[in-house]
């Protein structure tokens, strides 16, 4: 596919390795930048090479670090929009503060809201997202919101296991409407966990599954795992009620060493996720394997590029995609990036 010349894609701190991958898929160059942290924790940054009238690609999640790589996207903003480049759209693979989307108590802040106007203010012209943790959350931005899912590559590495009698699983009524569309996708039924959380400790309690899952292979679908507790308690759930095998797919993977190793010693028997979020803690396990999205990204930023329709990439995507995002998954390192 032909690319514009004046496409260029850069990529903060975090976001270099995705950024990296996103190039190769678009066969073009990553942009020359440096990131500085200095002794107090100030963050720097410097463009590497003339960006005037060029439509520039910034690539920064904000995961692991959510404070430092949500302040460093706002300067890398400023930067590109004082070097005189023509547009900057944001390309956020994981945007943390996604989960802070409504206030459901007294006194606290719609944290989404504020992150979502705060790039904007910077002068972002466009955002690019996966799986956001609401669909809402588009409405927080005045500018465009390109929101794709990982679903269509995590289908595919799903049908790839060649399960026995597959259920999908949703852990909670609020993921149901996806993970419907997983069901769809492949064929498959579907069943629904309830559970309730009591406060911000991340303990979550399984109450009840509705759906039959006995003598069955649950495939548990979500959008991010943080401390893997709702995924084993749910596994625990599944194991009560007759499953006989348990694997998950989730598209953003935020686990720690402790929920790693927690995850290690569950039911689970594989956790297939993306590298939406760069995590060392996940080389660490034999039981998570990744995909890549940078194909997914890369597909849409040069549908951007070239002004033709993304829409495509909300359900199925180009067979290129799919070859690309699985290459070499299944047989690749235990927690390493396909």
């Known amino acids: 596919m032909n690319r514009d010349s004046e496409i260029k894609i850069f990529a903060g701190s975090s976001g270099a390795a995705f950024a990296s991958s996103i190039c190769r898929y678009l066969n073009v160059e990553l942009g020359r930048s440096e990131t500085i942290t200095f002794s107090e924790g100030n963050t720097f940054v410097r463009i590497g090479e003339t960006v005037r009238d060029k439509d520039i690609y910034l690539v920064q999640s904000i ?26 759209t944001v390309i956020m693979p994981y945007f943390s503060y ?9 006194r606290v802040s719609i944290r989404a809201r504020v992150c979502a106007e705060s790039i904007e203010l910077a002068g972002a012209d466009r955002v690019v997202a996966m799986d956001l943790h609401s669909h809402q959350i588009q409405g927080f931005f ?37 993970a419907r569309k997983f069901a769809d996708y492949l064929g498959y039924p579907l069943a629904i966990g309830i559970k309730t959380r009591k406060d911000h400790h991340e303990r979550a309690e399984m109450l009840d599954i509705i759906g039959d899952v006995h003598g069955k292979t ?26 006989k095998r348990i694997v998950a797919c989730l598209s953003h993977l935020l686990i720690n060493e402790t929920a790693v190793r927690k995850l290690e010693e569950s039911a689970i028997e594989l956790i297939v996720g993306t590298d939406s979020v760069l995590n060392p803690h996940l080389a660490h396990s034999s039981k998570i394997r990744l995909v890549s999205a940078a194909p997914l990204f890369g597909e849409a930023i040069g549908r951007i590029h070239t002004r033709d329709s993304v829409s495509p990439l909300f359900d199925r995507v180009p067979d290129r995609v799919i070859a690309s995002s699985l290459a070499g998954w299944e047989s690749g390192p235990a927690g390493g990036q396909a």
């Open 218 to 243: 649950a495939v548990i679908v979500d959008d991010f795992t943080i401390s893997g507790g709702s995924l084993i308690e749910l596994s625990k759930g599944l194991l009560q009620r007759g499953a």
């Open 63 to 88: 995961g692991l670090k959510p404070n430092d790589e949500f302040v460093e996207i706002l300067f890398w903003i400023d930067a590109f929009k004082r070097a005189s480049a023509n547009t900057v």
């Open 142 to 178: 005045k500018k465009p919101v390109d929101h794709i899912f990982a679903l269509p590559v995590l289908t595919e590495a799903i049908l790839r296991m060649g399960l026995t009698d597959p259920v999908i699983v949703s852990p909670d009524a609020g993921f149901a409407k996806q």
């Open 98 to 106: 996604a989960k802070g989307d409504k206030k459901d108590e007294p």
